[in-house]
């Protein structure tokens, strides 16, 4: 995708877009600057593209916004991420688009707000769309559905948590995500839809309504992978197993290698649950899986921010917040046309088990020297970390650090990325 046309919606006050910018843009500059993979004119088109595409679609700034974001932990709409494989670090982003009145009564879910900036941004950059069409068809409430969900949230939360634990306040279920992975001076688009809302809403469940939309692709995706994955997922009790929904947005003449991704959670942290999704029940065996699993063996603890190794591949690494909520793990499964066998990726919840930043640096750093990359010497990711967001010893309850991933490909070996929540900043 290439910088194109503006993304912009009806009503774009200047005070909202100045604060954006000032949250956004110098850790986006730090992070393409620090890691080293962009030139000056690349980090330029960049910056524009987030000016142009991203900061209008943010929503109102805090004090004014309806709803705050679902996509941090620092309630932040804007999620930098940085990914490191062999081919070098690159910076990446997701966003939630919020729109002008997403969290009002008049679109309680920011549903209508991606229903508009989605469609409007596939087109401004030219992607072929019919995948989102029919992810959006299947997964869009109507206004009423979300306001009865709204309603049902209480009773809802109350149900998955132990009993006497008081359920958070939270008076929507997020609904999409937009994600720029950026490549010189160009990106590539994901988006991400969660079937939640219309699971609750029409009584299907969130995994009968995906492998319904499934065999509306066009181009199909490979039935082997697709049945692979149903097959491994409808053994595993896991309430609603899918959660969330990834599309590739690219040019028509690349959907073969596009991909769909499907999100689901686990309840257990340990190895052996790791081991479990990753080979999709011992379904995966080939050379790839094994040799990122044997990675993992020795890196585990540590994205669990763990200090010492496990005695056993049963052992169940406690949150550090006291957190009562359940999604220990998360995994993703890729498909793609062209494919028989799915890809799965590992997704830590590291907020959940972070003890500070600057201990979560320190294990990032050993994670890298373990792993054979130079990101872990002389202090070079904690440059990285605290050049775009500041000191990683400080006294604020949200940790920065949010989520990793991990996966292993032929092609670029391990295929690591590190997830942020920023720091919202006081208003003018």
């Known amino acids: 995708m290439t910088v194109g046309a503006q993304t912009v919606p009806e009503m774009s006050d200047p005070a909202d877009l100045e604060y ?14 620090s890691t080293g993979s962009y030139s000056d004119e690349e980090q330029e088109a960049q910056l524009q593209l987030l000016s142009d595409h991203v900061l209008p679609n943010l929503g109102p700034r805090p004090s004014k916004a309806h709803t705050t974001s679902f996509i941090t932990q620092s309630q932040s709409p804007f999620q930098p991420q940085v990914n490191f494989n062999l081919e070098g670090p690159r910076v990446r982003y997701c966003w939630e688009p919020l729109g002008p009145q997403g969290g009002s009564e008049s679109d309680p879910f920011c549903v209508e707000a991606a229903k508009v900036i989605v469609p409007a941004l596939i087109k401004a950059l030219g992607l072929y769309s019919q995948w989102n069409d029919v992810v959006m068809e299947a997964f869009v409430p109507t206004l009423e559905e979300a306001r009865k969900v709204r309603d049902m949230l209480p009773s809802w939360f109350a149900a998955q948590l132990p009993p006497g634990v008081e359920p958070p306040p939270v008076t929507r279920f997020p609904f999409n995500f937009v994600a720029f992975e950026l490549k010189g001076s160009q990106a590539g688009i994901k988006t991400y839809w969660n079937p939640k809302t219309k699971e609750l809403a029409s009584g299907v469940s969130a995994t009968d309504l995906t492998w319904d939309f499934l065999d509306k692709l066009k181009p199909a995706l490979n039935p082997k992978s697709i049945a692979m994955v149903r097959e491994f997922l409808a053994a595993r009790e896991i309430p609603s197993a899918v959660e969330l929904v990834g599309v590739d947005c690219c040019n028509e003449a690349d959907l073969a290698d596009a991909r769909i991704k499907l999100y689901v959670h686990t309840r257990s942290n340990s190895f052996d649950t790791l081991r479990d999704y990753m080979t999709l029940g011992g379904r995966l065996q ?35 917040d006291g957190n009562a909520f359940y999604q220990k793990l998360y995994f993703c499964f890729e498909l793609r046309p062209s494919k028989e066998l799915p890809e799965v990726k590992s997704y830590v919840p590291t907020w959940h088990y972070v003890r500070s930043d600057d201990e979560t640096v320190q294990n990032y750093e050993e994670i890298f020297r373990a792993c054979g990359q130079k990101w872990g010497n002389d202090g070079l990711y904690r440059r990285i970390f605290e050049d775009a967001f500041g000191p990683a010893k400080h006294d604020r309850k949200v940790p920065i650090h949010c989520d990793a991933s991990f996966l292993y490909t032929e092609k670029r070996g391990l295929y690591q990325s590190l997830y942020y929540s920023p720091v919202l900043e006081e208003e003018n």
């Open 286 to 320: 080939d050379e790839r899986t094994l040799k990122g699993l044997e990675l993992l063996h020795k890196i585990w603890h540590l994205l669990l921010q763990q200090p010492q190794a496990f005695d056993n591949d049963q052992f169940e690494a406690p949150f550090s």
């Open 20 to 33: 954006w910018r000032r949250h956004c843009a110098p850790i986006l500059k730090s992070l393409l600057k």
